[in-house]
């Protein structure tokens, strides 16, 4: 057991203050204590921007994290987590070379800079659907509030990667209802008692459409992504059925949960910060001012909290000793705000020279692969719906907050356009 922190730099990361606002809650850990053991984690919380970098390319810090926590479990649980165990393995997110190396280079082979590019206009042509469909609500009722999550941020993402990925349109709808589910445990709520069971259900209905999804896919002679898995090879090695599943589960949930909170927590940023929103709107024809904007949304106040690195051996690091199987959270959005990397770090400013260096997506080899997708889909979403509303502000004061202890975003977000 680590040596006890000063009480005046206890983090309790089940606070509704922690909740609300990490950076708060973090910023005296950075400050202070770069490696800080929390109790109520079980583990160790990293939060400066070097340091972070540093444990993303450390070889002694593993990303297979799904397996040692299944073999911990108590022999009551076995049963209920075996599907979630059996299925995460196969996610490149949860391996470490080798099997990391082939299964990247495998999807790399179909999720390719030019399969992204090409969704350009397919991307534009759902946002103005949804808009369209937010107006004509808006008509009819007479008001002009909506939640610009659950009509706009959430379903975007998951309209975009389906087609991506070939999936109907049709069967939308219930697929991110299963994502929702293992959202529980892989993004680790930190209050559902009932989130492996409801993972592990989530999983086995997942697994066995795609399986028949797959099936039918490779008669159809699609061009897209799902094609693109199954015809990758390299030197003769190919995915397996059960990895070719893995990949396009993990493409469907990474591909709509953190997009939904860039798109959120970047138009509440702008809505907090008013002469940002300004010149963002002044200059929409202008593409790199956009792009920068979104690259200040991601490091501000972006989707991702954390990242989970195990220890594989005994290392001192700031004086602390590290033990062979314990957690690590690297936690990204405090490094975003480090202010030895970015200077007034708690300011939004959307023409920031740095702001590309964020954390959002990971960093390595781990860098996440459906970031080029999010960033392109906020890239289109923010001047179209910044043109379509030349007024939008927030309709309620205090919004709830997921309490994942990976992802930051809000669980609803009201705006009056």
């Known amino acids: 057991m680590p040596d006890a922190e000063s009480p005046a730099l206890i983090f309790d990361p089940l606070s509704a203050e922690a909740i609300r606002d990490p950076y708060t809650a973090m910023a005296p850990l950075q400050a202070e204590a770069p490696a800080y053991w929390s109790d109520v984690l079980g583990a160790w919380v990293v939060t400066r921007y070097d340091d972070i970098r540093d444990a993303f390319r450390d070889p002694r810090l593993s990303s297979d994290r799904i397996r040692p926590f299944i073999e911990r479990a108590p022999a009551s649980m076995q049963d209920t987590l075996k599907p979630l165990g059996d299925h995460l393995n196969l996610w490149a997110v949860f391996t470490d070379p080798p099997d990391h190396t082939r299964l990247r280079g495998l999807m790399n082979r179909a999720f390719t800079t030019r399969a992204v590019e090409a969704l350009r206009p397919e991307i534009a042509r759902i946002v103005n659907r949804l808009l369209d469909d937010i107006d ?32 109907p349109e049709r069967d939308v709808d219930k ?4 994502s929702d589910l293992l959202a529980k445990f892989v993004l680790t709520s930190r209050s559902d008692p009932q989130k492996y069971r409801m993972a592990s259900d989530g999983i086995v209905e997942m ?77 929409l024809d202008d593409i790199g001012l956009v792009r920068n904007a979104v690259e200040e949304m991601l490091r501000f106040d972006g989707p991702s909290l954390s990242m989970v690195r195990v220890a594989t051996e005994d290392f001192e690091w700031h004086g602390r000793r590290i ?95």
Request: charged share 25%; proline share 5%; aromatic share 10%.
């Open 136 to 167: 004509a609500r808006i008509e009819w009722s007479g008001s002009r509030e909506f939640d610009l999550i659950h009509e706009f941020a959430y379903p975007l993402p998951a309209l975009v990667i389906a087609h991506m990925l070939g999936v």
């Open 175 to 178: 697929l991110k209802r299963w």
């Open 207 to 283: 697994e066995a459409w795609f399986r028949r999804f797959l099936e039918e896919h490779r008669a159809s002679g699609a061009e897209d992504v799902t094609t693109g898995l199954l015809d990758a090879r390299d030197e003769g090695d190919r995915l397996t059925t059960d990895e070719l599943v893995a990949c396009c589960v993990l493409l469907l949930f990474a591909g709509h949960e953190t997009t939904t909170q860039l798109l959120a927590n970047g138009m509440r940023a702008l809505i907090e910060n008013p002469a940002q929103m300004a010149d963002l709107r002044a200059h």
């Open 323 to 417: 033990a062979t199987g314990e957690r690590l959270f690297l936690m990204m959005c405090i490094g975003n705000r480090d202010p030895r990397v970015f200077p007034e770090p708690d300011r939004f400013d959307i023409r920031r020279d740095e702001a590309k260096k964020n954390f959002a997506f990971g960093y390595g080899i781990h860098f996440c692969i459906g970031a080029p997708l999010a960033r392109l889909e906020a890239e289109i979403a923010f001047p179209l719906l910044l043109r379509r509303y030349p007024e939008i502000a927030m309709a309620e004061d205090d919004p709830p907050w997921s309490d994942s202890i990976l992802n930051r975003g809000m669980l609803h977000m009201r705006v009056r356009v």
